[in-house]
Antibody
Framework: QVQLQESGPGLVKPSQTLSLTCTVS??????????WSWIRQHPGKGLEWIGY????????????DYNPSLKSRVTMSVDTSKNQFSLQLTSVSAADTAIYYC???????????????WGQGTLVTVSS | EVVMTQSPATLSVSPGERATLSCRAS??????LAWYQQKPGQAPRLLIY???TRATGIPARFSGSGSGAEFTLTVSSLQSEDSAVYYC??????????FGQGTKVEIK
Protein backbone atom coordinates (compact mmCIF):
# COMPACT_ATOMS: atom_id res chain seq x y z
CA GLN A 1 0.00 0.00 0.00
CA VAL A 2 1.54 3.28 -1.11
CA GLN A 3 2.04 5.96 1.53
CA LEU A 4 3.05 9.59 1.09
CA GLN A 5 4.47 11.89 3.74
CA GLU A 6 5.12 15.61 3.38
CA SER A 7 7.91 17.35 5.25
CA GLY A 8 9.43 20.79 5.41
CA PRO A 9 9.41 24.05 7.34
CA GLY A 10 6.11 25.09 8.82
CA LEU A 11 7.03 28.78 8.75
CA VAL A 12 8.47 30.72 5.82
CA LYS A 13 9.18 34.43 5.64
CA PRO A 14 7.61 36.59 2.95
CA SER A 15 9.60 36.82 -0.29
CA GLN A 16 11.53 33.63 0.56
CA THR A 17 11.26 30.19 -1.03
CA LEU A 18 8.95 27.50 0.27
CA SER A 19 10.51 24.03 -0.03
CA LEU A 20 8.64 20.81 0.70
CA THR A 21 9.45 17.15 0.19
CA CYS A 22 7.16 14.19 -0.24
CA THR A 23 8.58 10.82 0.76
CA VAL A 24 6.94 7.86 -0.95
CA SER A 25 6.86 4.34 0.47
CA UNK A 26 5.28 1.28 -1.04
CA UNK A 27 6.01 2.43 -4.59
CA UNK A 28 9.03 3.56 -6.59
CA UNK A 29 8.86 6.97 -8.25
CA UNK A 30 11.54 5.97 -10.75
CA UNK A 31 9.54 2.94 -11.93
CA UNK A 32 7.53 5.40 -13.97
CA UNK A 33 4.20 3.94 -12.96
CA UNK A 34 2.52 7.12 -11.79
CA UNK A 35 2.35 10.89 -11.93
CA TRP A 36 2.95 12.74 -8.67
CA SER A 37 1.21 15.98 -7.74
CA TRP A 38 1.20 18.78 -5.21
CA ILE A 39 -2.14 20.23 -4.14
CA ARG A 40 -2.77 22.95 -1.57
CA GLN A 41 -5.68 24.08 0.55
CA HIS A 42 -5.91 27.58 1.95
CA PRO A 43 -7.22 27.60 5.55
CA GLY A 44 -10.92 26.83 5.53
CA LYS A 45 -11.03 26.94 1.75
CA GLY A 46 -11.10 24.67 -1.28
CA LEU A 47 -8.35 22.78 -3.04
CA GLU A 48 -5.90 24.05 -5.66
CA TRP A 49 -3.81 21.78 -7.88
CA ILE A 50 -0.24 23.12 -8.05
CA GLY A 51 1.41 20.78 -10.51
CA TYR A 52 2.69 17.30 -11.26
CA UNK A 53 5.94 15.56 -12.02
CA UNK A 54 6.58 12.31 -13.85
CA UNK A 55 9.85 10.44 -13.72
CA UNK A 56 11.05 7.14 -15.09
CA UNK A 57 14.44 5.53 -14.69
CA UNK A 58 17.68 6.90 -13.40
CA UNK A 59 18.60 9.05 -16.39
CA UNK A 60 15.28 10.33 -17.72
CA UNK A 61 14.81 13.88 -16.56
CA UNK A 62 11.08 13.59 -16.21
CA UNK A 63 8.23 15.85 -17.19
CA UNK A 64 6.32 18.48 -15.29
CA ASP A 65 3.23 20.59 -15.67
CA TYR A 66 2.19 23.43 -13.44
CA ASN A 67 -0.93 25.44 -12.76
CA PRO A 68 -0.60 28.58 -14.90
CA SER A 69 -1.53 30.69 -11.88
CA LEU A 70 1.66 29.54 -10.12
CA LYS A 71 3.87 28.49 -13.02
CA SER A 72 6.31 31.38 -12.79
CA ARG A 73 7.13 30.52 -9.17
CA VAL A 74 6.98 26.70 -9.07
CA THR A 75 9.61 24.05 -9.59
CA MET A 76 9.19 20.33 -8.93
CA SER A 77 11.94 17.74 -8.89
CA VAL A 78 12.61 14.11 -8.00
CA ASP A 79 15.32 12.50 -5.88
CA THR A 80 15.28 8.88 -6.97
CA SER A 81 17.88 7.83 -4.40
CA LYS A 82 15.53 8.84 -1.59
CA ASN A 83 12.28 8.06 -3.44
CA GLN A 84 11.14 11.62 -2.88
CA PHE A 85 9.71 14.42 -4.94
CA SER A 86 9.87 18.06 -4.02
CA LEU A 87 8.14 21.39 -4.43
CA GLN A 88 9.78 24.79 -4.50
CA LEU A 89 7.65 27.93 -4.53
CA THR A 90 9.52 31.19 -4.77
CA SER A 91 8.67 34.72 -3.66
CA VAL A 92 6.00 33.60 -1.21
CA SER A 93 3.47 35.89 0.41
CA ALA A 94 0.71 35.46 2.98
CA ALA A 95 -1.50 34.25 0.14
CA ASP A 96 0.64 31.09 -0.01
CA THR A 97 -0.26 30.12 3.55
CA ALA A 98 -1.97 26.76 3.14
CA ILE A 99 -1.93 23.07 3.86
CA TYR A 100 0.19 21.43 1.19
CA TYR A 101 -0.59 17.87 0.12
CA CYS A 102 1.32 15.50 -2.10
CA UNK A 103 -0.75 12.98 -4.00
CA UNK A 104 -0.48 10.17 -6.54
CA UNK A 105 -2.48 10.20 -9.74
CA UNK A 106 -4.88 7.28 -10.04
CA UNK A 107 -3.71 6.21 -13.49
CA UNK A 108 -0.98 3.61 -14.00
CA UNK A 109 1.36 4.93 -16.71
CA UNK A 110 -1.52 7.15 -17.74
CA UNK A 111 -2.39 10.62 -16.58
CA UNK A 112 -5.91 10.46 -15.23
CA UNK A 113 -6.00 13.72 -13.32
CA UNK A 114 -7.66 12.56 -10.12
CA UNK A 115 -6.06 11.32 -6.95
CA UNK A 116 -6.39 8.01 -5.11
CA UNK A 117 -3.58 8.41 -2.60
CA TRP A 118 -2.74 11.51 -0.57
CA GLY A 119 -0.27 12.47 2.11
CA GLN A 120 -1.63 13.76 5.41
CA GLY A 121 -0.72 17.35 4.51
CA THR A 122 1.57 19.90 6.08
CA LEU A 123 0.64 23.42 7.10
CA VAL A 124 2.94 26.14 5.83
CA THR A 125 2.50 29.63 7.21
CA VAL A 126 4.06 32.62 5.50
CA SER A 127 4.80 35.27 8.07
CA SER A 128 7.64 37.47 9.21
CA GLU B 1 -9.72 27.38 -16.56
CA VAL B 2 -12.89 25.45 -15.77
CA VAL B 3 -14.72 26.85 -12.75
CA MET B 4 -16.54 24.34 -10.56
CA THR B 5 -19.47 25.59 -8.47
CA GLN B 6 -20.97 23.48 -5.71
CA SER B 7 -24.31 23.90 -3.97
CA PRO B 8 -25.47 24.21 -1.35
CA ALA B 9 -22.59 25.48 0.76
CA THR B 10 -23.98 23.63 3.78
CA LEU B 11 -26.47 20.78 3.96
CA SER B 12 -28.07 19.59 7.17
CA VAL B 13 -29.59 16.11 6.98
CA SER B 14 -31.04 13.70 9.52
CA PRO B 15 -29.47 10.27 9.91
CA GLY B 16 -30.98 7.79 7.49
CA GLU B 17 -32.17 10.54 5.15
CA ARG B 18 -30.89 11.21 1.64
CA ALA B 19 -28.32 13.89 0.94
CA THR B 20 -28.04 15.37 -2.54
CA LEU B 21 -25.07 17.55 -3.46
CA SER B 22 -24.68 19.43 -6.72
CA CYS B 23 -21.68 20.42 -8.79
CA ARG B 24 -21.76 22.57 -11.91
CA ALA B 25 -18.92 23.16 -14.36
CA SER B 26 -18.47 26.39 -16.33
CA UNK B 27 -18.10 24.27 -19.46
CA UNK B 28 -18.64 20.64 -20.35
CA UNK B 29 -16.20 18.24 -18.72
CA UNK B 30 -17.79 15.08 -20.15
CA UNK B 31 -17.72 12.42 -17.45
CA UNK B 32 -14.32 13.50 -16.15
CA LEU B 33 -15.55 14.36 -12.68
CA ALA B 34 -14.42 13.10 -9.29
CA TRP B 35 -15.87 13.51 -5.80
CA TYR B 36 -13.86 13.57 -2.58
CA GLN B 37 -14.79 13.48 1.10
CA GLN B 38 -12.72 15.43 3.60
CA LYS B 39 -13.07 15.17 7.36
CA PRO B 40 -11.44 17.68 9.73
CA GLY B 41 -7.70 17.28 9.96
CA GLN B 42 -7.61 14.67 7.20
CA ALA B 43 -6.65 14.58 3.55
CA PRO B 44 -9.39 14.27 0.95
CA ARG B 45 -10.57 10.73 0.21
CA LEU B 46 -11.56 9.74 -3.30
CA LEU B 47 -15.20 8.62 -3.44
CA ILE B 48 -16.22 8.71 -7.09
CA TYR B 49 -14.43 9.04 -10.44
CA UNK B 50 -15.73 9.03 -13.97
CA UNK B 51 -18.78 10.85 -12.55
CA UNK B 52 -20.37 7.61 -11.34
CA THR B 53 -17.78 4.93 -10.51
CA ARG B 54 -17.17 4.29 -6.83
CA ALA B 55 -13.55 4.11 -5.76
CA THR B 56 -12.25 1.02 -4.00
CA GLY B 57 -13.82 0.47 -0.60
CA ILE B 58 -16.46 3.17 -0.89
CA PRO B 59 -19.87 2.13 0.50
CA ALA B 60 -22.72 1.64 -1.93
CA ARG B 61 -24.74 4.42 -0.28
CA PHE B 62 -22.53 6.87 -2.16
CA SER B 63 -23.48 7.36 -5.79
CA GLY B 64 -22.61 9.85 -8.48
CA SER B 65 -24.48 10.88 -11.58
CA GLY B 66 -24.44 13.43 -14.35
CA SER B 67 -22.37 14.37 -17.38
CA GLY B 68 -21.44 17.46 -19.30
CA ALA B 69 -21.69 20.31 -16.85
CA GLU B 70 -24.15 19.11 -14.19
CA PHE B 71 -23.29 16.49 -11.59
CA THR B 72 -24.80 15.09 -8.42
CA LEU B 73 -23.44 13.16 -5.47
CA THR B 74 -26.08 11.30 -3.51
CA VAL B 75 -25.72 9.69 -0.12
CA SER B 76 -28.75 7.45 0.03
CA SER B 77 -28.97 6.93 3.79
CA LEU B 78 -26.79 9.33 5.71
CA GLN B 79 -24.69 7.91 8.53
CA SER B 80 -23.08 9.91 11.33
CA GLU B 81 -19.63 9.19 9.89
CA ASP B 82 -20.62 10.91 6.63
CA SER B 83 -20.37 14.32 8.29
CA ALA B 84 -17.65 15.98 6.20
CA VAL B 85 -16.93 18.45 3.41
CA TYR B 86 -17.40 17.09 -0.10
CA TYR B 87 -15.51 18.42 -3.11
CA CYS B 88 -15.98 17.85 -6.79
CA UNK B 89 -13.04 18.03 -9.19
CA UNK B 90 -12.89 18.13 -12.97
CA UNK B 91 -10.07 16.50 -14.87
CA UNK B 92 -11.38 16.91 -18.39
CA UNK B 93 -9.10 19.70 -19.48
CA UNK B 94 -5.42 18.83 -19.76
CA UNK B 95 -4.61 21.14 -16.86
CA UNK B 96 -5.21 22.88 -14.63
CA UNK B 97 -7.50 20.47 -12.91
CA UNK B 98 -9.90 22.38 -10.72
CA PHE B 99 -11.98 21.75 -7.62
CA GLY B 100 -15.25 23.14 -6.36
CA GLN B 101 -15.37 25.14 -3.15
CA GLY B 102 -17.01 22.30 -1.23
CA THR B 103 -20.32 21.40 0.40
CA LYS B 104 -20.35 20.81 4.14
CA VAL B 105 -22.70 18.02 5.19
CA GLU B 106 -23.92 18.23 8.77
CA ILE B 107 -25.92 15.65 10.68
CA LYS B 108 -29.10 17.03 12.25
Amino acid sequence: QVQLQESGPGLVKPSQTLSLTCTVSGDSISSGGYYWSWIRQHPGKGLEWIGYIYHRGSTYSGSTDYNPSLKSRVTMSVDTSKNQFSLQLTSVSAADTAIYYCARDAGYRLLYGYFQHWGQGTLVTVSS
Amino acid sequence: EVVMTQSPATLSVSPGERATLSCRASQSVGSNLAWYQQKPGQAPRLLIYGASTRATGIPARFSGSGSGAEFTLTVSSLQSEDSAVYYCQQYNTWTPWTFGQGTKVEIK
